[in-house]
């Protein structure tokens, strides 16, 4: 366990208020009780779509798994699953299914993470047992925490051996090809995928500020009033970053709201339902 040592006393409050001010891209005001290595790679994650052309140490693979198996889950129930490839080919059709994203292709490493109800359910059939439970929406919500919390995990883990990582929530694009080229048994379903790879250190990706804490920190109530003034102020933050990342200066909020701008600009996705029913979930 690494140690936790006072800030206040050390070079170690410096680089926690850079740490912090990077991730907000604002003037950190709280006290800083305590800090470690664990919160320095926590607070310098960022999502990196370059590697470097560098394979992955052996056992690389199985570390993070731990890592991921490490995670919570619910009632140790385990509903996850996890599928690697690293064949050239795999990742090519991954990528032309997950809106042709070039890091699917480049990464070393791609994983793609299930919520995996097929388990238990087979071992319900194996043992006769009733398994009612399966069919629910409940049943996959718990499946998709379970994946997401491990995915984290292995994020975590990665980051703090040196490689980097990007979710690629698109492999929800098209579910049912992508449960095809995984050969996946009905039940399971592709929650996201993940890069994985040594940075490309010519290349770097730059710490992306987060929303100020008013906005998702609420004490004892939900504080709607307060968000307002603090968007309007996130979204210079994030006029800023992305000048300097060379993108158009939308800000927070209209980047946001044009996700959600209509069933077309959820890319396939807004047939989500459809796709899960597919693929055997019956979501009562
Ligand atoms: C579930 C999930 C799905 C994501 N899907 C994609 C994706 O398909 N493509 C991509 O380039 N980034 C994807 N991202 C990365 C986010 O865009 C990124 O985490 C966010 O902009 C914050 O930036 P940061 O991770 O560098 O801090 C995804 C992230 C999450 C958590």
Redesign the pocket.
């Known amino acids: 366990m690494s140690t936790a040592t006072a800030p206040a006393s050390s070079t170690a409050h410096a680089d926690a208020l850079r740490a912090l001010e990077a991730r907000y891209g604002t003037p950190w005001s709280a006290p800083l009780p305590a800090w470690n290595e664990t919160l320095d790679s926590l607070l310098a994650?960022?999502?990196v779509?370059n590697y470097a052309d560098r394979p992955l140490p052996e056992g690389t693979l199985e570390t993070l798994i731990a890592a991921a198996q490490s995670a919570s889950t619910s009632s140790n129930l385990q509903t996850w699953s996890v599928v690697a490839i690293e064949d050239p080919e795999r990742k090519a059709r991954l990528a032309a299914l997950?809106?042709n994203?070039s890091?699917v292709r480049e990464a070393p490493l791609f994983l793609v993470w299930l919520a995996d109800l097929s388990r238990l359910e087979a071992a319900g059939q194996r043992t006769d047992t009733s398994i009612e439970g399966l069919h629910y929406l409940e049943t996959l919500v718990v499946g998709m925490i379970d994946a997401a919390l491990a995915a984290q995990n292995a994020v975590v883990a990665l980051e703090s051996l040196g490689m980097s990582a990007?979710?690629?929530?698109?492999i929800r694009n098209r579910p049912e090809q992508v449960a095809a080229e995984l050969g996946l048994p009905p039940r399971v379903m592709p929650v996201?995928g993940m890069c994985v790879g040594y940075p490309d250190e010519t290349r770097p990706?730059a710490?992306?500020p987060r929303l100020p804490q008013p906005v998702v920190l609420h004490r004892e109530q939900y504080n709607v009033p307060s968000q307002v003034g603090e968007i309007a102020q996130y979204d210079e933050v994030t006029r800023a970053f992305q000048t300097s990342q060379g993108q158009s200066a939308a800000g927070w909020t209209a980047r946001s709201l044009a996700r959600w701008r209509s069933a077309e600009s959820l890319h396939g996705r807004d047939r989500l339902r459809d796709a899960l029913n597919a693929l055997g979930f019956e979501l009562r």
Do not use: E
Not at 166 to 170: L, M, P
């Open positions: 994650h960022r999502s779509r997950a809106a994203q890091q990007v979710y690629i929530g698109a996201f990706a710490i992306k």
